[in-house]
């Protein structure tokens, strides 16, 4: 099937990936921290600027009313993207990291008394535990971590094991950064659901790889970034049941969020302005709406179906090498591998391979309690994108190979 | 006059018209002889959100048809709901309810009078429908 | 002077002013909402994400190096640009909004208690209002709100009767975005610094019209928008002084601003990168960067000096049409222009003159509590930049004149 | 030997690779090669803040001169401390506080060396002069 995927001509529509470094052509295996942006994103910026930019909504002028009007579009597919009910449930924010922020500190303030309970994972990136970890704290409340098995899979039971009168929320990844591992989300939800209690769904690393429908997850909240789906930085997206949206008090002040200030007292605006203070990035929104574009034009299924092979192929290849232990071997895993050699420190690894053209990330991933967990320093991580290539593949193979010779 | 027709007559009004701006002077007349609303109703209870200019909307059901009036502190704004006053007003709430108004793109004034919050005309919309909505409920 | 600033030059860098509205060359009078973006950003952009784009900081690999150190050389130029003591001082925001949101958030969990009192001004944009307000009806503390004079001036005597061993900080806007007025801050902050209060600037109107040196005004604070000053959108800037930004607790939680997260707790990263939480706008640092250089090039004084005979003449111009009343007259004062006309509602002008090709700005310009002071609904406000010309102002008024008489 | 003369003889051994690859391999054989720290300092406490590597640092003084020992548990990263310690160790306090160190921009390992906070050298740098400025305090 992966056969068919149009490799040369998706390739050819990112510049950054035919430069040379170190005399060596690029190889980007570091798709987990950030993908890169076709040319027709790139585009979509720079015809913002040339031709629409302007501050958005409360304008009555051609340009503003032009660029208000490519903003809430641009909600509008989002909505449809991840099968939203409604444009009111779409937040945009800065990305991942701030919409958990947002959801964690105004559900706490709305709903976190002393004694209550969070249940989080161990396989959270920090941006989805320390939030929740530091309005636990600061509500006298209990954040509770399920753990992982062997495979790097969610232990479910235990976490269902967790749930109890006093929990108020359960956050998790969708997929794991650092182990590829695709949760059971929907079962979990279910389960949830039954209890009372809503679900928090980290989608930073699910968005880019699986298609997704919120509806049919039936999460409560589901965050990703721009810039982790071959669309711009300092964009992202709060998704929130509408209904949920509504009880939670606004988090920052100021801007479209706003419908009347009095010296002593401010009434809000609505969904999803509510939640949108400040000049909005709409140059993120004009380039986010480019990469929807691009990724529906190729389609999620085709990518899922691409990036399985490249995962395939590259476990296979590094199977090959003597020594290299892998973490997280979970069946349902998004394309990224995660790899230790012998005793060999990760960032020795990163360096050697970096100057033989090969960018992957080493260290913990913005995963502490998880690295804690697996009593290792960090991993060598190599995650794929769908303009990655077999060959590419083969190259890194080879060059792992060759830093260990050096480094054991 | 069915609200197909107030519609067509409004399109062929405006019709006459290439320019923007002449456009907008005829709205402007139009926000001129806008029948006032009774003070009464220049209240909060009956301001509609959303708009930069302040819009006031009453409605009222006679003899099973829907009368509106309304005001504005801005002219264009006047304008338009003086426009959507001739098309809903003395209409009945059913066919309110199911109209999907097409004019507004017809008469060339789309690009100024887009869904846009800063001039309000879905939330103008929306409230007449509501009030429809309403009056229809109460006939039962 | 201004005769020879090099407008044609200028205008040239400068692509979407080429652009016809409604058949009409666009006059953006807009500049307050958002400036429009050089060439030069425009590539700096492209070039980012054709040849640089990474995630940064914790990466080895060539690109993230390289995305690392674009990213903290840039940090320097703005520590420059403002003239702060140190690059620790320096915090990479979304906006300004998100820096006020910042300071009050974390200010008053460390500092505010019952009973204290924070110091506004009237003409604050809402955006350094309604945080205040907020935190303070949380905290049990309260916001007082020094008023204006006719002329629009800050009543600075009012404003310092206000001050008491309650007051625990005074924030106030460098230039009002509605008046165009310049506050005297350096006087404002000796006068606080007495009693041992800091004083916050929201400088998103001054930082592109006047030179800002952060150590000669003393201020403790400063916040402002790469938007509203030639850069991208999405990205700001909060300048602190190290010890109280040391004395503050983090904002948000995630990425850099981390430093070892376990189970039950965390510790956090130094300045400048413990307010700095998920994956940074690098793009937006890279043309914000740009424009800093732009900003360079032309000189802040020339600009100065251009935008001050722009202002002079405008306000020759539109005090030649009869019924024409303006809004903030101090001497001090930026280069914008508030005024109404008769009876005549600031929507209706804004909607006649924008299909004349003239883009300004009409409403309450997020500062309603000015507007209830001076009980009027709203203005037209017409900003400008250093692009623009006095041509452009002829048109104007001209258009403003034609609206006139349609309306009356 | 001086620290500019230690840091003469590391250029002069590095100039004869041309590879990157070369290099780094050197670079490693000299991490090999280090001593390593006694176990009691290798705690928390002379940890190195800001590597992505952990990197212990300990000093004493020595007849007026400061002695380093260093380990990490990254070999590359042992290698670059390696490098510090031959031209810091066994200088006077005074003379290592007042280096400017230009050997890492002439071994061509500017790009790889930069003060990036992942490969802490930056820190290694400010934590052996901090140990200077001490000595140099308790001396005086
Ligand atoms: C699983 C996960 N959650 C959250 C984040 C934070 O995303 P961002 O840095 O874009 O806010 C990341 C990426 O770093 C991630 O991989
Ligand atoms: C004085 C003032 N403060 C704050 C802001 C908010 O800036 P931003 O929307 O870029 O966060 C603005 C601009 O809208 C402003 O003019």
Partial sequence: ?408 | MTIKEAEKQIIQEFSVYDDWLDKYNFLVEMGKSLPMIDPEYQTDTYLISGCQSKVWLYARLSDGKVIFTADSDAIITKGIISLLIRVFSGQAPDDILHADLTFIDQIGLKENLSPNRSNGLVSMIKQMKLYAQVFKMKQG
């Fill in chain 1, 1 to 408: 099937m992966f056969l068919s995927f149009p490799i040369d001509r998706v390739r050819a529509d990112f510049p950054i990936l035919h430069q040379q470094v170190y005399k060596r052509p690029l190889v980007y295996f570091d798709n987990a921290a950030s993908t890169q942006k076709p040319v027709q994103v790139i585009d979509a910026i720079r015809r913002y600027y040339e031709q629409d930019n302007c501050n958005i909504h409360r304008g009555v002028h051609y340009l503003s009313v032009k660029a208000t009007e490519a903003f809430e579009e641009t909600r509008k597919e989002i909505r449809e993207f991840i099968n939203a009910r409604d444009t009111r449930e779409i937040i945009f924010t800065k990305g991942t990291t701030e919409s958990l922020n947002l959801v964690a500190s105004s559900f706490g303030k709305r709903y976190i008394r002393p004694g209550d309970e969070v249940i989080a994972t161990i396989m959270e990136h920090h941006s989805n535990f320390v939030p929740w970890q530091q309005m636990c704290l600061e509500c006298g409340a209990t954040l509770r971590v399920a753990g992982i098995d062997d495979r790097g899979m969610l232990n479910v039971g235990e976490l269902f094991g967790m749930i109890s009168e006093k929990t108020r929320m359960i956050t998790l990844t969708h997929v794991s950064n650092v182990l590829g591992t695709i949760n059971p989300v929907k079962e979990i939800i279910a389960e949830a659901h039954k209890h009372g209690i809503p679900v928090l769904i980290d989608g930073a690393q699910g968005i880019s790889h699986l298609p997704v429908d919120v509806q049919d997850m039936d999460c409560d909240f589901y965050c990703f970034s721009g810039h982790k789906m071959y669309g711009p930085m300092g964009i992202g997206v709060l998704y929130g049941k509408e209904k949920c949206l509504e009880e939670l008090p606004p988090y920052q002040m100021g801007g479209e969020m706003i419908k009347e200030v009095y010296v002593d007292h401010t009434t809000f605006n609505e969904l999803p302005f509510k939640f949108e203070a400040g000049t909005p990035n709409v140059e993120g929104v004009a380039g986010l709406r480019a990469a929807l574009h691009y990724l529906n034009e190729l389609g999620m299924d085709n990518i899922m179906d691409y990036e399985a092979s490249l995962l395939k192929y590259a476990t296979e290849k590094l199977a090959g090498i003597e020594g290299v232990r892998f973490y997280g071997t979970s069946d349902w895993k998004a394309s990224l591998i995660s790899f230790l050699i012998g005793k060999i420190h990760p960032y020795d690894v990163g360096m050697i391979i970096d100057k033989m053209g090969i960018a992957v990330r080493t260290g913990h991933h913005c995963a502490m309690p998880l690295m804690d967990y697996l009593h290792i320093p960090g991993t060598v991580r190599a995650s794929f994108a769908f303009y990655n290539t077999m060959e590419e593949i083969d190259w890194m193979a080879l060059a792992v190979a060759k830093a260990k010779k050096m480094l054991e």
